[in-house]
């Protein structure tokens, strides 16, 4: 939930307090639903369903890396590449003490002198070891890309960029505090992932674009969405038979105790599709305040084809996005697949690769869907243009022309040549012509043909 869409800080137009009140309404009333669902799903503190993974872990540097000595290589692992890791530990009972760790046998790694480590204590007082290697140290450098992004928001989108970090932050909190707590209970994963859903999108949108109508319109369309892409995961998890255990995790998570792993599935698709809901729901309703306050005088149908053109550029990209952030993260597994020379009929039947595709299609089917409906709501509440011209029912509104040429009514050009009108044939009286009153002769159009002229004008 990123990068906000409106341009200005402030209301882009002026609609009636009536249709606000409304609106306003019927966020609140979603808002509230969702919060009494909290309250009522709200995991407990005390959660039976945890267990510790592993050892202790420390921190660690690297203070020299040798060779194995030939006395402590294995017979039969002579020709094999064998390194020993003397590490610093830099925290805990052990601070400051040098330890060597486990022999790296044909390491897939390479350890320099200061490399940060994380190491796993063993506290079995006859092993031979007393830390083991667990993984590298990244945090220093996840948290200098953390401040890189952070820094790049806020430069370039200024109070509303730090806006949208706090509707980041926010939405980390309900996923840390409530999500993932709640579905280690064992509470079924269906309401969870929706509550979760409604609430980020009411939060973090308003926190991200500020409490305007144009957000609260864009917060309408998500939930909106939502309900649709819900129905269909429901729906096509259940026509494709997808267990949930496609992955080590899901075997392993159900091992911890009563946890809904096919729920898991359907939470994971809604939950990851608000991200692109979010992005496009915003740019649609923006995109249509935008065109009424550039536009005054356009008529809703003229507003609802722009933005349906933008739309459409954008769900273009939006999906293909949705299909590569799927193929990057499951790129291993189809190398694997291609590997095995399997064919594609059979790779796209394994539940892995079907539980992405399902994934993918729904998730880009509420994206469309979400084009056309939240534009017509901001649409419907933009209105139509406050400073058209009034036609009557069955005329032609007036075109726009350049200025008119009058000829002087005591001189009329004829083929002849110039002269009064005492020396010009009389010609029949005519009246003064109303230029937004058609002529009698002329057949009276549709009020849909009425409605193209405007908008040609």
């Known amino acids: 939930m990123g990068a906000g869409h409106d341009h ?16 306003a309404g019927a966020v609140i009333i979603c808002a509230i639903i969702a919060a009494i669902a909290a309250v009522l799903t709200w995991p407990s503190d005390e959660n039976e369903n945890t267990f510790n993974l592993g050892a202790d872990l420390y921190t660690g540097t690297v203070e020299r890396v040798f060779e194995c000595p030939p006395a402590d290589v294995p017979q039969g692992a002579e020709d094999l590449e064998c390194v020993v890791v003397q590490v610093e530990i830099t925290e805990g009972v052990d601070a400051g003490q040098l330890f060597e760790l486990p022999p790296f046998f044909e390491p897939r790694t390479t350890f320099e002198a200061g490399d940060q480590l994380i190491l796993a204590r063993i506290d079995e007082p006859s092993a031979p070891f007393r830390y083991a290697f667990s993984d590298r140290n990244r945090t220093s450098a996840l948290f200098l890309l953390a401040f ?7 430069l370039l989108g200024g109070l509303r960029g730090a806006s949208a970090l706090v509707g980041l932050a926010s939405t980390a909190a309900v996923l840390g505090f409530y999500t993932l707590p709640a579905l280690l209970e064992g509470q079924s994963a269906l309401p969870i992932a929706c509550v979760t859903a409604a609430i980020i999108a009411v939060v973090a949108l308003y926190t991200s674009h500020g409490f305007h109508t144009m957000t609260t319109v864009a917060v309408l369309g998500t939930l909106l969405t939502l309900g649709l892409t819900v129905g269909l995961g429901v729906v096509f998890i259940e026509l494709t038979e997808l ?31 608000l991200g692109a809901l979010d992005d496009m729901t915003v ?85 469309v869907a979400s084009v056309p409906l939240t534009t017509w709501l901001a649409v419907s509440v933009v209105g139509d243009g406050n400073m058209a011209p009034t036609v009557p029912s069955g005329q032609r509104p007036p075109k726009r022309r350049g200025p008119a040429t009058h000829t002087p009514p005591d001189t009329i050009t004829s083929e002849e040549g110039t002269g009064t009108d005492a020396d010009q044939p009389l010609m029949q009286p005519t009246s003064e012509v109303d230029p937004g009153r058609p002529d009698a002769s002329t057949p009276r159009p549709s009020r849909w043909s009425n409605l193209r002229e405007g908008i040609d004008d």
Do not use: C
């Open 8 to 23: 200005s800080g402030q209301q882009p137009t002026p609609v009636d307090a009536t249709t606000r009140k409304l609106l």
């Open 148 to 154: 890189v992004f952070a820094l790049a928001v806020v």
């Open 243 to 273: 267990s949930g255990f496609a992955t080590e995790e899901s075997l392993f998570i159900q091992g911890v105790g009563d946890i809904d792993v096919r729920g898991l599935l359907l939470a994971g698709l809604v939950i990851g599709a």
């Open 283 to 367: 740019t649609q309703a923006s995109v249509v305040f935008e065109l009424r306050r550039a536009d005054p005088t356009a008529t809703r149908r003229h507003i609802f084809t722009s933005a349906m053109r933008v739309g459409r550029d954008h769900v273009a990209s939006t999906v293909n996005t949705l299909f590569l952030a799927y193929a990057g993260a499951s790129l291993p597994l189809l190398l694997l697949f291609s590997v095995g020379q399997l064919p594609v009929t059979d790779v796209a039947n394994s539940e892995l690769v079907a539980t992405e595709i399902v994934r993918t299609l729904v998730g880009s089917i509420g994206l």
